[in-house]
């Protein structure tokens, strides 16, 4: 089985916040969703599980548009934070509810997962804490068996024993290699601990689909520094430069080769040193602007 997102593209308020997305998403895999704030990464997730209509495009799950089958939407939950449709509810109830549109709703995994946290069917959802209420919907999301979870910002403003709990559930959902999990978040610290692939988002677009370990083995983060405060062009032409201090520059190159690492040599530093490659670095890298340029030097 596979989820395909095919030239999807949107338009909110006559903007475009979505411009022609494609890729494709394998059982098994925990996937990130990066990009700056307002790139569009909510009305993804909304778009392809069909709470907005595409403009342009579709969604397909094993060659069948789901637009087509809407008997497919079970396949994907996506539980939108901003949504206050059960804030009055009990647990039991929205049990009921996702039970009755969840053909495989597993109620004992669900329950399991109540006592797990301490959570009992009685309690209403608005007297949740937001820690309490993203946890919550974690377990929700994977109590309904779909294959296809979409998670927007399950880590924010949550203390650090509630995030572990989030992350320790979805991690034991992919195990199997039956499930996939997306994930929008800006907590790209403990993203980058769990996700397998980023997929970063820019003007509307996929700018780059990175596979994480690939990537480690051929990027570089590289610290120079030089007699004056001239930075050559070899590294703006190569790599992203993402931060500049004086003499000091940090660069990192996605590509790195043996004739790079000569090129390097070559513009002549007085010191050179690898540095460890993070979420964040390829976030900066990617995603920083001309306008942000100042910022970094």
């Known amino acids: 089985m596979s989820l395909v997102i095919n030239k999807l593209s949107k338009q909110i308020d006559q903007h475009p916040t979505l411009d022609g997305i494609s890729f494709t998403v394998q059982p098994g895999q925990i996937i990130g969703v990066i990009g700056r704030n307002g790139v569009g990464k909510t009305t993804l997730f909304r778009t392809i599980n069909g709470q907005y209509l595409t403009d342009n495009g579709n969604v397909t799950i094993d060659g069948q548009v789901l637009s087509e089958h809407p008997e497919l939407k079970t396949e994907l939950c996506f539980i939108d934070p901003l949504a206050n449709f059960f804030r009055g509810a009990t647990i039991k109830q929205i049990q009921g509810y996702y039970q009755a549109a969840y053909p495989q709703f597993d109620a004992k995994k669900f329950e399991s997962l109540l006592k797990r946290y301490h959570l009992m069917g009685n309690q209403k959802l608005r007297h949740f804490s937001k820690g309490?209420?993203?946890?919550?919907?974690?377990?929700?999301?994977?109590?309904?068996?779909?294959?296809?979870l979409f998670l927007d910002e399950p880590l924010d403003g949550l203390d650090v024993l509630i995030r572990k709990n989030i992350l320790s559930i979805l991690i034991e959902e992919v195990a199997g290699g039956k499930r996939s999990i997306l994930i929008a978040s800006h907590n790209l610290v403990e993203l980058e601990g769990v996700i397998d692939r980023a997929l970063m988002l820019k003007d509307g677009r996929v700018v780059n689909d990175y596979q994480l370990e690939d990537m480690r083995s051929q990027a570089r983060k590289i610290q120079?520094?030089?007699?004056?405060?001239?930075?050559?062009a070899l590294l703006r032409?190569?790599?992203?430069?993402?931060?500049v201090s004086g003499r000091v520059i940090i660069v990192v190159?996605?590509?790195?080769?043996?004739?790079?690492r000569e090129q390097l040599a070559a513009?002549?530093?007085v010191f050179q040193e690898e540095l460890p490659l993070s979420l964040t670095d390829l976030f900066m890298a990617n995603l920083t602007d001309e306008a942000d340029y100042e910022l970094l030097s």
């Not at 309490?132 to 296809?148: E, H, K, M, Q, R």
């Not at 120079?224 to 050559?232: A, C, F, N, W």
């Open 132 to 148: 309490t209420f993203g946890l919550f919907t974690i377990i929700l999301s994977v109590a309904t068996n779909a294959p296809y």
């Open 237 to 243: 032409q190569a790599g992203r430069v993402v931060h």
């Open 267 to 269: 513009t002549q530093p």
């Open 224 to 232: 120079l520094v030089y007699r004056d405060k001239k930075v050559p």
């Open 253 to 260: 190159f996605e590509n790195y080769t043996e004739k790079l």
